[in-house]
């Protein structure tokens, strides 16, 4: 892999997709808490949809980088080794962390080890990691990807190529349709290994989340053209994405009316629905758009969301935990505040305790097992530099 100036707009977008995912966290929690009003569940529905892009632009942005990097040649025992280093290592760690904490709190008993190897196969240790067992897929598929994406665009004029894009996205969203179908069918068939993948564990099956990193893959070949493209189509996609976002506040806020009074629930958002499909992808050029937009104008929000994006990959792994500890300041000091505004502390403490803890450790000789990325030691009348994975 030659060494390619880096996409200022990446790490930038990368923070701003860490922040969606703690915001939707925090939502989760709040949003069921008990003397939840109505009010509190419309704002927090806005909130939701908002950061759904969150899961969408991570996926978008690992094809992104991939493709962008890795233009040439490919060796594919490198590419792994250091994907195992970077990424799967500190899971491991995390999910023995989360495992541990799960067996102490819950029955006080040791971790079985052919559980836990369960639990770490399909990210079942704590609910944040599914994820990561997701995008696992996509580095090890990758060259299938990378084949496939590349013979497609040397066999098409270039003119073409957005029609084709645009076409895969036609059938990503007929998939959408065929998700509870085939669900039903592989539970009939009751295959080895195959069925759970498609039932249980199939919010992380990469084959419900492919377009999202062939759009990243499009975006990486070409990221001038990206560019433009994202900046000719605002008059389709910001209309498209404020339409959506009307529609499906309007539908959730009609569903939390129960014969046991107003219960939030976001069900309704799942993101393997067609509905949610289009607007994922929407807001997959609407997220881009603003990142670019920030980042062109600089100053202390572009700092602050890229240094967040650097530190992303570890501050993810341990928000779950972090979140948790935002609790106790919760029940201390705001139990009687509005869901809303507890929301919103929690997410503030969250993102700011994940990124400190990520930054602390990096700093540390074997931080980067840990989180993934290590911080080198100060340069003389310079900041420490920090080594990130590609």
């Known amino acids: 892999m030659s060494q390619k100036e880096r996409i200022s707009e990446v790490a930038l977008l990368r923070g701003l997709a860490f922040a969606a995912v703690v915001l939707q966290h925090s939502i989760a929690h709040y949003a069921v808490a008990q003397g939840a009003r109505i009010q509190d569940g419309v704002?927090?529905?806005?909130?939701?949809?908002?950061?759904?892009?969150?899961?969408?632009?991570f996926v978008f942005i690992t094809g992104m980088v991939l493709f962008y990097n890795y233009d040439g040649a490919l060796n594919y025992g490198t590419f792994l080794r250091k994907r195992f280093m970077d990424i799967i290592v500190?899971?491991?760690?995390?999910?023995?962390?989360?495992?541990?904490?799960?067996?102490?709190?819950?029955?006080?008993?040791?971790?079985?080890?052919?559980?836990?190897?369960?639990?770490?196969?399909?990210?079942?240790?704590?609910?944040?990691?599914?994820?990561?067992?997701?995008?696992?897929?996509?580095?090890?598929?990758?060259?299938?990807?990378?084949?496939?994406?590349?013979?497609?665009?040397?066999?098409?004029?270039?003119?073409?190529?957005?029609?084709?894009?645009?076409g895969v996205g036609a059938l990503y969203f007929l998939l959408m349709f065929a998700v509870g179908p085939v669900y039903h069918a592989m539970d009939k068939l009751q295959l080895p290994v195959i069925t759970s993948w498609f039932t249980l564990y199939a919010d992380r099956n990469v084959i419900y989340f492919f377009f999202y990193f062939v759009l990243g893959a499009a975006a990486g070949m070409n990221v001038q053209r990206w560019n433009a493209w994202v900046t000719k189509a605002q008059m389709v996609y910001w209309p498209l994405f404020i339409v959506i976002t009307g529609y499906l506040l309007y539908e959730m806020i009609s569903l939390f009316q129960t014969p046991r009074g107003t219960v939030p629930s976001f069900n309704y958002l799942s993101l393997l629905r067609p509905i949610m499909a289009v607007y994922c992808v929407t807001s997959i050029f609407v997220a881009y758009r603003v990142a670019t937009w920030i980042a062109h104008k600089g100053g202390r929000v572009a700092s602050m969301l890229t240094a967040i994006g650097t530190l992303s990959y570890g501050a993810y792994l341990m928000h779950a935990f972090m979140l948790r500890v935002t609790y106790f300041f919760d029940e201390t000091l705001f139990s009687d505040w509005s869901h809303v505004l507890r929301t919103l502390i929690s997410f503030i403490f969250c993102l700011v305790f994940s990124i400190a803890g990520t930054w602390l450790l990096a700093r540390m000789p074997l931080g980067k097992w840990i989180v993934g990325l290590r911080v080198r030691p100060r340069p003389a009348g310079g900041p420490p530099a920090l080594q990130k994975q590609a």
Not at 43 to 56: D, I, M, R
Not at 99 to 118: A, C, R
Not at 143 to 166: D, E, N
């Open 90 to 166: 500190p899971y491991i760690i995390w999910s023995l962390l989360y495992e541990l904490g799960n067996q102490l709190v819950q029955s006080g008993e040791s971790i079985h080890p052919l559980d836990f190897l369960q639990k770490l196969l399909n990210g079942k240790s704590s609910y944040h990691l599914w994820y990561i067992i997701m995008i696992i897929q996509c580095y090890v598929l990758f060259p299938v990807f990378r084949y496939a994406v590349r013979r497609v665009s040397a066999l098409m004029p270039s003119k073409w190529q957005p029609a084709a894009l645009a």
């Open 43 to 57: 704002l927090l529905t806005l909130l939701l949809l908002c950061s759904k892009f969150a899961v969408p632009v």
